[in-house]
């Protein structure tokens, strides 16, 4: 399977109009700018891949119905693409994924199952053979890497002289969408991920050249829970061939950057979606973009980090 092109990403971007929003570049101070993907109608950026995927699928595939797996974002993306399109979804989330995001894929008219994180794509796997469906994967498909990437065109169009471009770090959907859209029109503009530290696998299977697999159990340590899960051979492949670097945060540095977003920006931004800031905040830098991934977290974990 080929890596994503700009074509695709431009195509994409026309796809899905009217269903996600096309979110402003809010300056956060002289070095800093956000691109706040909680604005999204489902919280987060996953809207995009999700409905550029379904959009792709013929009429007839679509009316047999979609099939996620998911932390939670993906989940309440591929449920609202799905009640947009007026077909039947069920998506597969763990049994550990906040309140919140449950509540709003069921909000969406889809079927909720929940399991034990590492059964996820067994699951799904399972009822995509019981019912007929399609499985609308949360990264590791070029039509939703391809979605993703729209941000990146969003980013570049809004600041053509931006620096560098941070992105969190999962199974590597978004990073690989936004540096494929990044690396094609400014090649000089670094695309930088962050990964929390206790789910540092992507970072240390770029320094190593091949995929690292870390236990389930471990990525499940950190707070950031849309990060937890692996990248896939296709994500790694455009990681490698457009992500200049991926770093770490630690726990504490991301909670206070959703502190910190609350009360400087007036942004609710979950743990995941912060960790661009944690890196800012650490390391900053001249004329950089942080991608908040998303917005949807419980209002007590909120409140802690308030």
């Known amino acids: ?15 899905i109009q009217g269903a996600a929003v096309r979110t402003p570049l809010l300056r956060f101070d ?5 691109k706040p993907e909680s604005l999204q109608p489902v919280g987060a950026f ?38 947009l399109f007026g077909v039947p979804a069920v998506i597969v989330v763990p049994d550990t994924t906040p309140r919140v995001k ?21 699951r799904a796997a399972e009822l995509v053979a019981e019912r007929g469906a399609t499985l609308i994967p949360p990264f590791d498909h070029p039509d939703v ?30 990073i690989s969408g936004v540096a494929a859209a990044v690396k094609a029109l400014s090649p000089g503009t670094r695309v930088i991920g962050v990964e929390p530290e206790l789910a540092g696998d992507a970072a240390e299977s770029l320094r190593a050249g091949s995929l690292v697999r870390w236990p389930a159990a471990d990525r499940a340590r950190t707070i950031a829970d849309g990060l937890r ?26 909670g206070e950057a959703v502190g910190v977003l609350a009360r400087r920006a007036r942004l609710v931004v979950e743990p995941s979606g912060a960790v661009t800031v944690a890196a800012h905040l650490a390391r900053p830098a ?4 942080a991608v908040l991934s998303g917005g949807n977290l419980d209002p007590e974990v909120f409140a802690r980090h308030l």
């Open 145 to 174: 890497i391809a979605g993703q990437g729209t941000i990146g065109l969003e980013v570049l169009a809004d600041l053509p002289d931006v620096a560098a471009v941070l992105v969190p770090v999962s199974g590597g959907g978004l």
């Open 1 to 15: 399977m080929g890596l994503v092109t700009i074509s695709d990403i431009r195509a994409a971007s026309d796809r």
């Open 30 to 34: 002289d070095r800093l700018w956000l």
């Open 46 to 83: 996953k809207i995009r891949g999700a409905y550029n995927a379904m959009a792709r699928l013929t009429e007839d595939v679509r009316a047999r119905g979609v099939v996620a797996y998911s932390s939670g974002n993906h989940a309440q993306a591929v449920a609202y693409a799905a009640k």
């Open 229 to 254: 899960a692996e990248p896939s051979e296709l994500t790694f492949e455009h990681m490698r061939a457009h992500v200049d670097d991926i770093v770490t945060v630690s726990e504490e540095q991301i």
């Open 286 to 289: 001249e004329r950089t973009v």
């Open 102 to 122: 449950v509540e709003a894929t069921l909000s969406h008219g889809a079927e909720v199952v929940q399991v034990p994180m590492a059964q996820r794509e067994a």
